[in-house]
């Protein structure tokens, strides 16, 4: 009879752990390096209503486009408003929308593309739509949904949303296309095993790497068409802070206050490549022969 090895909790504290620990980060030190990023933004981001110096709605003509100084950190822009609160504060709004992106475009793209590839009935109309969507630039569609809805941070997810989903659904196919065909669920098949519960229990946990990377790719991807929203004036209302907004406002005063558009541009950039140095780094980290290959 076999007996039930456990292993005391002390024993990860051993010398000989610490030093896996240690190779691990060593290995992976662009996943290390984009955390820590991503997690100093969400910090900031977080804490906007204790470090913001101002309002970011309040408005004094007698300082506008004035450049960065002790009492205001960034400058001003063309109606006197702080810019550095206001680029705090314009962190929440992109962290919300690529989080909110990610998650919804990762969750409707599981479900569409399990069901594409494990019900053939349903493969080629879930693909023929999906092709038509991709067909159409991300950009485009978002703006035409924008155009013809109210503007707010809801709508802005969900216009964001609908042209991500075509690229998970499309990898979720690939990935029940391939898994179906395994041993392992050809044999839960074989013994009556209900299909949501070899879904749940073995295809999913078989993809979860792949879909994690692909998350973070989505979520670098909505950050950006956020920006590029608010920028044409489709995006989030202008009353709400966010760089995109930020930097429109600011483009007709690049030539005497470069400020205004610098400091949300700077990062936004921080903020797209931590994500995409997390989403290279679970890459290299989940699937090693793929970083070798590359």
Do not use: C
């Not at 309040?58 to 400058?75: C, K, L, N, T, W």
């Not at 202008?238 to 030539?255: D, K, L």
């Amino acid at each position: 009879m076999s007996q039930k090895i456990s292993i005391p909790f002390d024993l990860a504290l051993e010398p000989e752990y610490q030093v896996q620990n240690f190779r691990w980060l060593r290995k992976n030190p662009t996943l290390i390096l984009g955390a820590v990023m991503l997690i100093a933004m969400i910090l900031i981001a977080a804490a906007a209503p204790w470090i913001a110096t101002h309002d970011p709605l309040d408005i004094d003509p007698m300082v506008r486009m004035q450049g960065p100084s002790a009492e205001h950190h960034f400058g001003t822009d063309a109606q006197g408003r702080d810019v550095f609160s206001r680029a705090v504060w314009g962190g929440r709004v992109s962290l919300t929308v690529g989080l909110s992106v990610a998650l919804l475009a990762s969750g409707i793209g599981i479900g569409l593309g399990l069901i594409a590839g494990f019900f053939p009935w349903a493969d080629g109309l879930i693909m023929r739509v999906m092709d038509g969507l991709m067909a159409i630039p991300g950009i485009l569609l978002a703006i035409a949904l924008m155009a013809v809805t109210r503007a707010s941070l809801l709508t802005v997810v969900v216009a964001i949303t609908v042209p991500e989903i075509p690229r998970v659904v499309r990898l979720v196919r690939s990935l029940s296309l391939t898994l179906r065909e395994q041993l392992y669920v050809q044999a839960a098949h074989s013994v009556g095993t209900q299909l949501h519960v070899i879904l749940i229990r073995h295809v999913l946990p078989n993809m979860m790497a792949p879909l994690i990377v692909q998350g973070s790719f989505v979520a670098a991807s909505a950050v950006l068409i956020e920006a590029s929203l608010s920028f044409l004036g489709v995006g989030v209302p202008a009353t709400i802070p966010s760089w995109g907004n930020m930097m429109a406002e600011g483009r007709n005063f690049v030539a005497v206050a470069f400020h205004i558009i610098l400091y949300p541009g700077l990062l936004l950039a921080f903020t797209v490549l931590s994500i995409n140095l997390i989403g290279d780094g679970l890459r290299d980290a989940l699937d090693p022969r793929l970083s070798r290959q590359l």
